[in-house]
């Protein structure tokens, strides 16, 4: 060997002790949920792969745009283009997509949101695993909840829908579609929503096939009638609302049910998606039984909408293939289910 030779293998020598260095010190000081969140995150992914297609039209993504917030951290994966204030930290590996990082401080830890952002389109921002969720299942949960709003949010028709429910008034924020002054308190709206909230829970209780499916149709016949006393204004927030966070709310349980026929393993950690689907279903019953609205308000319509979607499976499943068809409402699936 060659002192040329003899240079070039020394200089391999170093760079490989170099980069052991530096992998060790990644593993070493940074948190463990520096890569839990990674590998949740590729845990999602399976499952929507095996079973979004299944559940809803196109809903598969591999890449959609994710920020992880820590208390140290903002992590960016998969952004569409380079986002002002982050740099590079690492590839990902499943993916092939860039994560970018930034000092924390900008998202409360506690977010679990979708919205426009760093010219991504919509992103999932959420709190890191073990801010928000102690438990990993349920954390993937929540991850998938948000991408099924960025699947809503990147339908085309999303943002003139928005517009054309004309509830924003003067607010060019978003926020009316949180804060918008529905009546929960009026106890006529109320009594209207606890009839439909207990004609729910009696079809999705009742054991025998037949009688659900009589029940249901029963219920879609009822529907139209009994929202017709409500406010112009108000009918269409509650019906956007049962559109947007009801089906999400039903999309985790679905996702878990479809997930429970498998194994799932990540982090030594065996993610039981039977129980979550239990719990979930239990959640949403129980939160009809009671019938809280002016404690809950629009929280409550994740439940009722997850609900009716339920029941519309009970009709007939392929009402979620035109999901997109009926504008940013539940009314126009239960219309169908009784006129065909």
Not at 55 to 79: N, S
Not at 89 to 114: K, L, P, V, Y
Request: negative net charge; contains cysteine.
């Amino acid at each position: 060997m060659d002192n040329k030779d003899k240079i070039y293998s020394k200089y391999r020598l170093v760079r490989c002790f170099e980069y052991i260095i530096v992998v060790l010190a990644v593993f070493l000081f940074l948190p463990v949920t520096a890569f839990a969140d990674t590998v949740l995150m590729g845990e999602a992914r399976k499952v929507l792969s095996a079973y979004g297609g299944q559940l809803w039209p196109g809903f598969f993504g591999k890449d959609f745009p994710i920020v992880i917030v820590d208390h140290k951290h903002d992590k960016f994966y998969c952004a569409r283009k380079l986002p002002v204030g982050f740099t590079l930290f690492s590839i990902d590996a499943d993916t092939n997509c860039r994560i970018d990082i930034r000092e924390a401080g900008q998202f409360s830890t506690n977010i679990q949101a979708t919205l426009p952002f760093a010219g991504a389109g919509p992103v999932a921002v959420i709190g890191a695993y073990g801010i928000i969720e102690s438990n990993s299942t349920s954390w993937i949960a929540t991850l998938l909840h948000e991408n099924f709003h960025q699947y809503q949010m990147n339908w085309s028709g999303y943002y003139s829908g928005l517009t054309a429910l004309d509830l924003a008034g003067d607010d060019d924020s978003g926020m009316w579609a949180l804060n918008y002054p529905f009546a929960y308190d009026d106890q006529q709206v109320v009594a209207i929503i606890r009839s439909n909230s207990l004609d729910l829970v009696a079809i999705l209780t009742e054991p025998d096939k037949n009688i659900r499916k009589k029940l249901a149709l029963q219920y879609a016949a009822k529907r139209a009638g009994r929202l017709s006393t409500l406010t112009a204004a108000d009918r269409r927030y509650m019906e956007f609302q049962l559109w947007q966070e009801g089906m999400a709310r039903y999309t985790e349980l679905a996702l878990a049910e479809f997930a429970a026929s498998g194994t799932h393993t990540s982090l030594g950690v065996d993610h039981d998606f039977a129980a979550l689907a239990a719990n979930l279903r239990t959640r949403i019953l129980q939160t009809l039984i009671e019938g809280k609205i002016s404690q809950h308000q629009r929280v409550y319509f994740y439940s009722l909408g997850a609900a009716e979607a339920l029941v519309l499976d009970e009709i007939d499943q392929s009402w979620r293939e035109s999901y997109f068809s009926n504008g940013l409402s539940m009314a126009g699936f239960f219309s169908d289910a009784i006129n065909n």
